[in-house]
């Protein structure tokens, strides 16, 4: 079983960055991929970031290419989301969540879920 708790969210304007943490507890952190999803109130829950289990293969949702980067530090048990070039529609609560196998970008996939933490990005 695995334990997630998402940090780093708030408000930041047009333009801005924020780095997102997800804290993992349990002993199978490290042989997992893990995902970032984020919800828009009034929308469904979207895929943003995956990560393999060493961090050697990524894969990112269209509208964040190129501006959000995925990570891992498996020796702190952490996942992180560096956002930068943010905009006002990335404004969502942000989820990290364990990736049990299939699809990596299906919410159904991914077992264990953290609490989530809000962005805020205005413009």
């Known amino acids: 079983q695995v334990q997630l708790v998402e940090s780093g969210g708030g408000l930041v304007q047009a333009g801005g960055s924020l780095r997102l943490s997800c804290a993992a507890a349990g002993r199978t952190f490290s042989t997992g991929g893990m995902g970032w999803f984020r919800q828009a109130p009034g929308k469904e829950r979207e895929f943003v970031a995956y990560i393999n289990w060493n961090g050697d293969s990524t894969d990112y949702t269209d509208s964040v290419k190129g501006r959000f980067k995925i990570s891992r530090d498996n020796a702190k048990n952490t996942v992180y989301l560096q956002m930068n070039s943010l905009k006002p529609e990335d404004t969502a609560v942000y989820y990290c969540?364990?990736?049990?196998?299939?699809?990596?970008?299906?919410?159904?996939?991914?077992?264990?879920w953290g609490q989530g933490t809000q962005v805020t990005v205005s413009s």
């Open positions: 969540a364990a990736h049990r196998g299939g699809s990596i970008r299906a919410a159904l996939e991914y077992r264990y």
